[in-house]
């Protein structure tokens, strides 16, 4: 029975999203304020802790910026050190609604490029540190993503984007004004 209804609300929704007339995306003038976690870190280990922020511009492209943050380590008898990862750049994002001909306005499918900055640092309890243990390096980074908002309301909304740069999936809560 759980079977039948999953897959009733899923028929329901996706019917939902691509049946309705194709109307022209608004990006322009729109604000996105992103909070998220990744999962599948490209580093050694961690959590990536993110926010990202986007402006749309016309034409169904928006600019905007992101920071990120993931810390690794171990306590491995009284022995204690971490790596922190700083992420911060700048993102630039096409709305594809109009082009995939998504009409739901709670919808928006997006794909785009990041560019930044990667800081790594390492501290650990024996007051010793040497590079040649430091596999990480400070870096710029270039990134990819693909994503989706899905807006609950008029202001809050969900998202998931999948793409190469501090994780594979990110998750997370979105607002819009």
């Keep these: ?3 039948r209804f999953f897959y009733l ?3 329901l929704l ?6 309705s007339k194709v109307q ?3 990006v322009a003038g729109t604000k996105y304020l992103n909070a998220g976690v990744g999962i599948g870190s490209f580093n050694a280990g961690g959590i990536p802790l993110g926010v990202s922020f ?3 511009l016309k034409n169904n492209i928006s600019v905007g910026a992101f920071f990120d943050y993931a810390r690794y380590g171990e306590n ?5 050190w971490h790596y922190t990862f700083l992420y911060f750049g700048g993102r630039a994002s096409y709305h594809a609604n109009e082009l995939f001909g998504i009409s739901n306005e709670k919808l928006d499918v997006y ?6 900055f990667r800081s790594v640092s390492y501290k650990d309890n024996s007051g010793y540190y040497n590079d040649y243990y430091n596999p990480y390096t400070n870096s710029l980074i270039l990134g990819l993503h693909a994503g989706a908002r899905y807006m609950l309301s008029e ?3 969900g998202f998931a984007e999948v793409g190469y740069g501090v994780a594979a999936l990110r998750l997370g809560v979105t607002a819009k004004f």
Excluded: H
Excluded at 76 to 80: H, L, M, N, S, T
């Design 9 to 11: 609300t899923l028929f």
């Design 76 to 80: 491995y008898a009284g022995y204690k």
């Design 111 to 116: 794909g785009g490029l990041s560019l930044g």
């Design 24 to 26: 022209a995306q608004e």
């Design 1 to 3: 029975m759980k079977t």
């Design 155 to 157: 202001k809050v909304g």
């Design 14 to 19: 996706v019917a939902g999203i691509f049946t």
């Design 54 to 56: 986007e402006y749309g």
